[in-house]
């Protein structure tokens, strides 16, 4: 059972439009990390957040936590073909301190 | 130079045959993780690591053993390799904190014939 959720699984737009990924779950989460993913390599930290309606602001990378702390959103302004990659978000729970629950991930493709 | 490192890069392997993933990070951080990541899974925890000689299971740990005999050091064993663990191999650390970043190794990528 996946406890998050992320949707759409793959993204595909033109450069210059807009973008949201969302990250769902039935569960709070202490705080929710987004990872970004290139081939080869491992996942590399955007941004965690931690309030409950707290957001996040990197650039064009708009990044919002719900205030429940069981959702949580990444909105990409004017994408461009740099922001290609796979989006993972991913929950820190306090019952299990170190461990992070990772959704299945967004491929995002953004054509020039 | 200060990271995560993962070795080898690359390894193809026959099934029945026992394998070992290497993961060395130079942090001295506390937590150490080792996930394969697949199509239409993402990542999945196999096995964590709070501290040297502390150990736990994650999601899929059916077929994987693990150490950690020191603080840098995390190796993944497969005793007796099957098909069904071709796969994409990460190994991640972070710091003792929940909401602390997890730094991620490149990957192994390993395929069992």
């Known amino acids: 059972t996946q406890l998050l959720e992320q949707s759409p699984q793959f993204l595909s737009i033109q450069e210059g439009e807009n973008l949201t990924v969302y990250c769902n779950s039935s569960?709070?989460?202490?705080?929710l990390q987004w990872y970004r993913q290139e081939p080869g390599e491992g996942p590399v930290l955007l941004v965690t957040v931690v309030t409950g309606g707290e957001v996040k602001k990197l650039k064009r990378l708009t990044f919002q936590f719900g205030d429940a702390r069981k959702d949580s959103s990444l909105h990409i302004t004017a994408a461009q073909p740099g922001d290609t990659g796979l989006y993972l978000c991913a929950g820190a729970r306090g019952s299990t301190l170190g461990r992070l629950y990772f959704g299945r991930g967004t491929q995002l493709t953004v054509w020039p | 130079d200060a990271g995560i490192t993962q070795s080898p890069r690359y390894k193809i392997t026959e099934t029945g045959r026992q394998v070992t993933l290497m993961c060395h990070q130079t942090w001295s951080h506390s937590y150490m993780f080792w996930y394969r990541q697949d199509l239409g899974h993402g990542l999945r925890l196999i096995y964590y690591s709070a501290a040297a000689d502390i150990t736990d299971k994650g999601e899929v740990p059916d077929g994987y053993v693990v150490s950690r005999s020191k603080t840098e050091n995390f190796p993944l064993t497969l005793e007796s390799a099957t098909r069904s663990q071709t796969s994409v191999y990460f190994c991640?650390?972070?710091?003792?904190?929940?909401?602390?970043?997890?730094?991620f190794g490149d990957g192994t990528r390993l395929s069992i014939l």
């Open positions: 991640a650390s972070s710091d003792w904190s929940g909401n602390q970043p997890q730094h």
């Open positions: 569960s709070v989460f202490s705080s």
